[in-house]
Every structure is written in structure tokens, then in C-alpha cells.
T-cell receptor, first 111, second 114 residues
Framework: ELKVEQNPLFLSMQEGKNYTIYCNYSTTSDRLYWYRQDPGKSLESLFVLLSNGAVKQEGRLMASLDTKARLSTLHITAAVHDLSATYFCAVDNTNAGKSTFGDGTTLTVKP | KAGVTQTPRYLIKTRGQQVTLSCSPISGHRSVSWYQQTPGQGLQFLFEYFSETQRNKGNFPGRFSGRQFSNSRSEMNVSTLELGDSALYLC?????????????FGPGTRLTVT
């Protein structure tokens, strides 16, 4: 059974600081996703990572994938308040349907 | 381009009743997946439909069922509702797997069972 673990689950950081969210998964997969969810809202797709060594960046967020270590990271650079949200990673088990999600990391950026 | 739409957005039902939720995917998307989100269990995969066929199903009891129509719209049904079925139900659409893996989520239907 595919398991996806995120850490930390809660993250409070100050504006301007950097931090990394980690996503570990238990079995081989070739697709990893990062999503953002604001309170009471649906999921917004941030990144799709398809191969070992893939790195994608959008604004202050950068995601990377190491399939050998079964690890993805979401790096936040110079955080701003608008980044406060819950971030989920999800991994596809190709033969068992769509994504298995991590528990989410709730990020709070304080001034 | 219109996004994924779900109806209704909010629903209150009583234990033992049944409910049907609807999802209209983005135009041209033929794959629709359903997820349940609860504070305790997080986001869990329910099932996936492609070209009117259920391709995969998550670990949910048979009370949860779904279908997809020829226009790719999808419905899910929950019979004999239980208090634990209270959740946000999200549907997501995507292009055929060979074209794109990215899923686009709808706003969700928040179901409350009393």
C-alpha cells in the first residue's frame, strides 16, 4: 500500500524566512504533485513532477523530486503572508488509481 | 475556459438517506476522479472514471458508487448515509493519461449528515 508522509504538519514562519516541506513516499511512483488549499476552498495545482531530478519553480516556491530516495521537497523562499495555506503532496500509484495524498502541511506566515 | 463545476455546493442530509452529487469536468477532459476530504482521514481517493468506465476504486464500502455519462459528466451516490460520511467531496478532471497528468479540482460539495 502506498503511503505518503509529509513533515512538518504545521509550520509557523516569519515573513522573509526560508523553509522546506518534505514529502516521503513508500513505493515506486513516477508522478508527484504539489497542491495548495486555502481554508474552505478546493485544491489548486502547484507542480507536477514526472522524473527523477525534476525541479520546478513558481514565484517563491520551488519543488524537486528524487525518485531514488522517494522524496520530494517544496522550498519556500522569503515567505510572504499570502503563502499561508495548507500544502499537500500527492503521489500516483499507476495501477491503483489516482493520487494518494499526504496529510498536508499547514503553513502560517507571520509578519 | 470554464473550470470543474460541482453541484450542489452544500447539502444537509439525515442518517439513512441517500445523496447524489454531480460533477461537470473541464471541456475536453474525459477523466473524472472523486475524493473525500475529512479532518480525521484527510484526502482519500474514491473512484476514477474514464470514457464512462470505472477504472479504479478506493477502499470505500459499496454504499459509495458513481457513474460517468457520455458527455463526461459524473455523478456519485452515497446510500444509507452515516454520520461519518460528512465531508467535503471533491471531483477532479484531467485529460486522457497520455496527454497530461495534471488534475483540476472543482470547488467541492460539502455534505453534512445529521
Amino acid at each position: 500500500e502506498l503511503k505518503v508522509e509529509q513533515n512538518p504538519l504545521f509550520l509557523s514562519m516569519q515573513e522573509g524566512k526560508n523553509y522546506t516541506i518534505y514529502c516521503n513516499y513508500s513505493t515506486t511512483s513516477d508522478r508527484l504533485y504539489w497542491y495548495r488549499q486555502d481554508p474552505g476552498k478546493s485544491l489548486e495545482s502547484l507542480f507536477v513532477l514526472l522524473s527523477n531530478g525534476a525541479v520546478k519553480q513558481e514565484g517563491r516556491l520551488m519543488a524537486s523530486l528524487d525518485t531514488k530516495a522517494r522524496l520530494s521537497t517544496l522550498h519556500i523562499t522569503a515567505a510572504v503572508h499570502d503563502l499561508s495555506a495548507t500544502y499537500f503532496c500527492a503521489v500516483d500509484n499507476t495501477n491503483a488509481g489516482k493520487s494518494t495524498f499526504g496529510d498536508g502541511t499547514t503553513l502560517t506566515v507571520k509578519p | 475556459k470554464a473550470g470543474v463545476t460541482q453541484t450542489p455546493r452544500y447539502l444537509i442530509k439525515t442518517r439513512g438517506q441517500q445523496v447524489t452529487l454531480s460533477c461537470s469536468p473541464i471541456s475536453g477532459h474525459r477523466s473524472v476522479s472523486w475524493y473525500q476530504q475529512t479532518p480525521g482521514q484527510g484526502l482519500q481517493f474514491l473512484f476514477e472514471y474514464f470514457s464512462e468506465t470505472q477504472r479504479n476504486k478506493g477502499n470505500f464500502p459499496g454504499r459509495f458508487s458513481g457513474r460517468q455519462f457520455s458527455n463526461s459528466r459524473s455523478e456519485m451516490n452515497v446510500s444509507t448515509l452515516e454520520l461519518g460520511d460528512s465531508a467535503l467531496y471533491l471531483c477532479a478532471s484531467s485529460l486522457p493519461p497520455a496527454d497530461s497528468y495534471e488534475q483540476y479540482f472543482g470547488p467541492g460539495t460539502r455534505l453534512t449528515v445529521t
